[in-house]
């Protein structure tokens, strides 16, 4: 079959693409931006990629007609302005209207369980999605889940936070809300299951595990899984927002996302019965086995996608090669050079900065200006890094965004999406001497930027030259 995939450098459908291509598909990746998506991953020539945004008709010319299915992966709730609704209900229609110009006999939608009679904001969304997708030329299969456990899952790294940093927490009332959590495999089995299986054809499920539990039982039986003793207080007194920046604070998440999920967390995720785990021969994995399974590909270093990739700053939505050029005029540098020794063990050291790893050089600044940019509403140091050793465009890196990973080239360029007044750009390059050049630009953004930069001038000495010296050393 040719497939049509989007969202392809989300969570969902960067594990899902290879499953496709091992099966035999010829799937057409649709992104808004190439330079996101590394096709050396994958060597098949079943694979092709064109550019195309939904929220923008007049970049859809380049959907071919010949489809024979279309995945619709794309959400926008962790959207950090605007209103994710009418982004939502955008998307939809214009995905709906340019699907319903091909050959495609099935569209399948992953959704969110919405079987209360009170919705959250997403979940209401994620409902109306599917009634802009239905009643077209096409057969709609829809898969509605609820929390998704798997490796780089917002879902688990957020319970992971949670238990992982406090030994005793005082929570909301939304904790003692049931939900049906489902490995992520099975997810993946769901969604390759219906491809092409017309008893599924207009038809929607509700998708979940063998347990419902509440959110406080899934945080209990994390800690004991890990070893972890770990006390529950829920008190009536705390506020949405208030939820919402506990979230914050405590976890990985935006606020933009931690203020939907709280909103969405208190909406019941039960699924409704239906025969598709049958129709498909699925073998549902337990919560307890789901998270031994994503620690399994944690420990392993193989944590195929996160949710963090998935989110960027409104300042990347021009896309990664308006910013890898980087500005000459105008700008504050620091620029420092080292003759290397071993240079494979210093492209090594460049390639796992960051993370666990840290910054070679002065940790504890980084990790203070990471909570000052916390405590200011932006990303921090929370985010870390998706592979300890591997790293490509589009990565989240700490409060970093990378641009670009290019090993042969021996060049990594980073991009800050801390809050800032300015724009600040982080080098790595090694060239045929051997030689490693280390440049920190920074755009300022009128007389507050020029203040800033002589500000930190001071910690940039510090730390710069410490780290350049650090990644030179054997």
């Known amino acids: 079959m040719k497939i049509l995939l989007t969202g392809v450098t989300g969570y969902i459908a960067k594990r899902l693409l290879p499953i496709l291509l091992e099966n035999g598909h010829e799937v057409v990746c649709c992104v808004r931006d190439r330079k996101r998506f590394n096709t050396k991953n994958y060597a098949t020539p079943n694979l092709s990629v064109i550019e195309a945004d939904f929220l923008k008709r007049e970049t859809l010319h380049n959907v071919p007609a010949d489809l024979d299915v279309a995945y619709y992966l794309i959400h926008s709730m962790s959207a950090q302005s605007g209103d994710f609704e009418n982004m939502e209900e955008q998307c939809a229609s214009n995905f709906r209207d340019c ?14 369980i919405s079987n209360a009679d009170k919705l959250s904001k997403h979940l209401s969304s994620r409902k109306n999605v599917e009634t802009i997708l239905s009643g077209a030329s096409y057969a709609l299969t829809t898969l509605k889940a609820g929390i998704i456990v798997g490796s780089g899952s917002a879902s688990f790294e957020i319970i992971r936070d949670l238990v992982e940093k406090l030994p005793v927490m005082i929570t909301p009332r939304w904790l003692n809300t049931k939900c049906q959590p489902i490995a992520i495999r099975n997810v993946l089995e769901f969604l390759t299951g219906v491809l092409g299986k017309t008893e599924t054809y207009n038809k929607s499920y509700d998708i979940g595990g063998p347990d419902v539990l509440s959110y406080k039982e899934m945080l209990l039986r994390y800690a004991k899984i890990r070893g972890l003793k770990r006390y529950i207080a829920i008190v009536p007194v705390m506020t949405p927002r208030l939820s919402s920046y506990w979230l914050y604070f405590v976890t990985s998440t935006s606020y933009a996302l931690a203020k939907n999920l709280v909103n969405s967390m208190k909406t019941e995720v039960v699924c409704q019965p239906n025969n598709l785990v049958e129709l498909l021969g699925i073998r549902l994995i337990d919560y307890d086995t789901s998270i031994r399974m994503a620690f399994d590909k944690i420990e392993q270093n193989q944590v195929v996608s996160s949710w963090k990739d998935a989110q960027s700053s409104n300042l990347l939505l021009a896309g990664l090669p308006k910013l890898i050029e980087v500005p000459v005029n105008g700008c504050y540098k620091d620029v420092r050079t080292a003759s290397l020794k071993n ?10 900065i960051g993370g666990k790893t840290g910054w ?19 990303v921090g140091m929370r985010r870390g890094r998706k592979s300890d050793s591997d790293i490509e465009a589009g990565d989240a890196l700490d409060f970093w965004r990378v641009l670009l990973a290019d090993k042969d080239e021996k060049r990594l360029l980073l991009y800050a999406e801390m809050k800032l007044p300015g724009e600040a750009w982080l080098e790595f390059k090694i060239d045929e001497n051997n030689l490693l050049t280390q440049t920190a630009t920074f755009r300022p953004l009128g007389l507050l930027g020029r203040l800033y930069w002589y500000t930190v001038l001071p910690f940039h000495g510090f730390i710069f030259r410490g780290m350049i010296r650090s990644i030179a050393q054997a």
């Open 99 to 112: 699907i319903v110009q091909t050959k495609a006999k099935q569209v399948i939608y992953l959704s969110g």
């Open 343 to 352: 240079p494979g063990v210093s492209l090594q050291k460049i390639w796992s």
């Open 360 to 378: 070679y050089y002065g940790n504890w600044l980084w990790e203070a200006r990471g909570l000052l940019d916390q405590i200011a509403g932006g």
